[in-house]
């Protein structure tokens, strides 16, 4: 069982940048892919951003070149750099680990973009 536990959420004005953290409990975090997904109200969860065992990235094209997902394997923690945040990134931000055919969700960290 992996735990999880999400940070750094908050209301931000258009334009401005976030970072969000995840961290992740387990001996075995260098080897979990990461990711990185959200939600708004009424919409499904989509995926955001991704971070393989490896470091190897990638992104939805919505967020390319704006948001960053990094991965530090010594603190067993997953970031997401947000820049030049829109209102339509306002959404639930949840943590997602993959491990052993498994999926582990963070309890997710509220971003609001708004003036």
């Known amino acids: 069982q992996v735990q999880l536990m999400e940070s750094g959420g908050g209301l931000v004005q258009p334009g401005g940048s976030l970072r969000l953290s995840c961290a992740a409990s387990g001996s075995a975090f260098r080897l979990y892919g990461l990711d990185w997904y959200r939600q708004a109200p009424g919409k499904q969860r989509d995926l955001v951003a991704t971070i393989t065992s490896r470091g190897i990235t990638n992104y939805a094209d919505s967020v390319k070149g704006r948001f960053t997902i990094s991965r530090d394997n010594a603190k067993n923690t997953v970031y997401l750099q947000m820049n030049s945040l829109k209102p339509e990134d306002t959404a639930t931000y949840y943590c997602?680990?993959?491990?052993?055919?498994?999926?582990?969700w963070g309890q997710g960290t509220q971003v609001t973009v708004s003036s």
């Open positions: 997602n680990v993959r491990f052993n055919n498994n999926n582990y």
